[in-house]
Each structure stands twice: as structure tokens, then as C-alpha cells.
């Protein structure tokens, strides 16, 4: 079920906000088309730094609806979407992704 999307706050903001079995996910999108994904795939543009911030990001929203930080179960998630030239396009789910 999606809670919300393209949740602001002063740090960034969070794609989408969805909750799956009580488990609050915090997913972030990337995109790309076949040209952008020759050196690198979407998904790996999530790197440590992106990571900490959507840990943080997760952190405020969890605040702000006053949710339980210790007791309320969460995860990052991010969806990966390469476009193709033809209108379609393929995509993967990476759940719980860690660092």
C-alpha cells in the first residue's frame, strides 16, 4: 500500500512510502535508457552516501507521523527503470538494500 509520495523534508525527499506486511518501506526510484545504463545500471547510483541519507530521510518520516523509531519495522528499497526506445521498459525491486 503506498503511504506517500515524494515525502519532503529540509534534507530530500523520499520517492515513495509504502508499507508491506508492517514493514514501513522507504523506495527510492532511478531511472535510465539504454545510452545512460552503458556504464552503469540505475540502481547503482544508490551509493553509501545516497544510502545514509534515505536512512535519515526514513528517520524524519517516522518522526513526523510519530511512529516508534525502535519498535516500528523499516526498509530501503529501490526500484530500478530502464526505458527502452520502443516505449517499454524493464523493472527490477531490490528489497531491504544495506550498506
Known sequence: VILDRNYRTKIGEIDIVAEKKDIICFVEVKTGTPESTVYFLPEFRV???KFSKLKRLGEFYL???????IEQKWRIDVISVIFDEYGGHKIKHFENVTF
Request: glycine content about 0%; hydrophobic content about 10%.
Open 47 to 49: 551509493d553509501k552516501r
Open 63 to 69: 518522526t513526523d507521523y510519530n511512529l516508534n523509531k
